[in-house]
């Protein structure tokens, strides 16, 4: 930041806005603010975290969050398949399967 403050604006403060949209339009950043009206204005730009309505389409969304500082995730992979089957009326099915590794090793003494 003090890289960025301390010089012309010309210089870095494009490229940190740019970033800075970037994160919030990738879900990074979310705010929440307790002025109503301001806070029509982030949903008006997607920036407030709220999800957005599929119409006439599939939608999925797993959300994974890890805020213990014991960053256990790091033991664990996930595996998102989707399979399409037909139904003799001609209707699709969708089988969604996520699977959950654990991989920890321990050594005993």
Do not use: C
């Amino acid at each position: 930041m003090q890289k960025a403050l301390g010089v012309s604006p010309s210089q870095y403060w494009g490229q940190l806005f740019q970033m800075g949209l970037s994160e919030f339009n990738q879900k990074h950043v979310l705010v929440y603010l307790h002025d109503s009206e301001a806070q029509q204005g982030l949903t008006a730009l997607n920036f407030d975290g709220r999800m957005q309505e599929a119409k006439d389409q599939d939608y999925l969304h797993i959300n994974d969050a890890n805020l213990g500082g014991a960053k256990s995730n790091m033991f664990v992979k996930e595996y998102i398949k989707v399979d399409y089957q037909t139904e003799g009326t001609g209707a699709w099915l969708k089988i969604l399967r996520l699977i959950i590794k654990i991989q920890i090793k321990v050594r005993w003494m």
